[in-house]
């Protein structure tokens, strides 16, 4: 198995969090995402991560993360109650597309030099707002975000509520987590697990090398 | 099972087509998006369609059709070899993210007397190339979108070409299938389906209590 990307990406890191919480055996190739024919011709939108087995490429992380699902079903990422797994997906979806997606328009404010635009920065901050809120009164998090189990959702939400909590703060906006009572107490119990703290040594040693170690 | 939203949705019907397909019994509920109390207490983003069974509520249609899969897996929606259950999954995202959300900015232009923005139909026009493209380098219609099965993702498939279809015919934009080869003969097969066939027949009733009947 091979992973390809960057180890400063949530998407990659959820993936890999996957991988590590299998205990599957993978390789990681260092690879950004471009627009490339080498690139496009096993990730058709140019996009990380991306992952090879057995022959086959997969793009987007929801994917890979199933195809590892059903490969090695244990331990189980993905709920055996229909509610359960409903929740999951659901929590995953609002992750992806309502929380990562907005945050994303200030990455470049907030890692890559593009001058800060206040009237964005408010609007993305205000949009937060209300998805976190959103997302708050969906997640259950006894002690796992979608129950008693750790589920792909929670791989999830740790890397990007990870990010969008840099994006913000990087840009001068307010903790998109306080939307989220407790949920420090969830960051801090999944930042003991073994796959989270590797994915994160991992992680500050690939923004070192990108951003320089100039920061002390 | 309640099924909430409006039988105009791509979304509405792809989850619709899962519990035509599942031959579960479901009551239909029409309900318009709205960032109104009544809405947002089942679906937090104001966003249809939601699911409701047996007291919980789920939105996101990728979750409730993850939910009637673990719940009813007769006919599988979802493959159970882990190379396809990604190829579908991978389409699936490729349609949600790169075809209808970008058509989508369209929506107001081509259906609701928004006036024309020349300049944004031609980049919507450009972006589904490329992307119809890039899907187009993935799926393997043998008969279906993701091989010899139907899956989840030939529901999408069907109900989001269809209406980014219309949404660049009305807005003179070029044909989005155009990039597909052979897909013409894909959604031929597909609407000849008894579910497909009961879907289309609600949208257009749908379409003609939305729009009026003064096509003719």
Do not use: W
């Amino acid at each position: 198995m091979k992973l390809f990307g960057l180890a400063v990406s949530n998407y990659y890191n959820t993936v890999k969090l996957a991988l590590l919480e299998k205990r599957l055996d993978f390789e990681e190739v260092a690879v950004a995402p471009a627009q490339t024919p080498e690139i496009l011709e096993h990730s058709p939108m140019g996009k990380i991560p991306y992952f090879q087995h057995q022959g086959q490429y997969i793009c987007e992380s929801q994917a890979i993360l199933f195809y590892l699902e059903v490969y090695q079903p244990t331990p189980r990422l993905y709920p055996t109650s229909a509610a359960r797994a409903a929740l999951a997906q659901q929590i995953h979806q609002f992750i992806d597309l309502y929380v990562d997606a907005p945050a994303r328009r200030l990455l470049g404010m907030a890692f890559f030099g593009q001058p800060h635009d206040p009237e964005m920065i408010k609007a993305v901050d205000q949009e937060l707002k209300h998805n976190m809120s959103a997302l708050n009164s969906i997640i259950s998090v006894s002690p796992f975000i979608a129950g008693d189990q750790l589920s792909h959702a929670d791989l999830a939400a740790f890397t990007t509520f990870g990010l969008v909590q840099a994006i913000m703060e990087q840009t001068g906006g307010s903790d998109p987590l306080a939307s989220i009572p407790g949920i420090g107490v969830y960051m801090e119990m999944m930042s003991q697990r073994p796959s989270v703290q590797r994915v994160q040594a991992d992680q500050a040693a690939a923004m070192k090398q990108l951003f320089g170690g100039n920061s002390g």
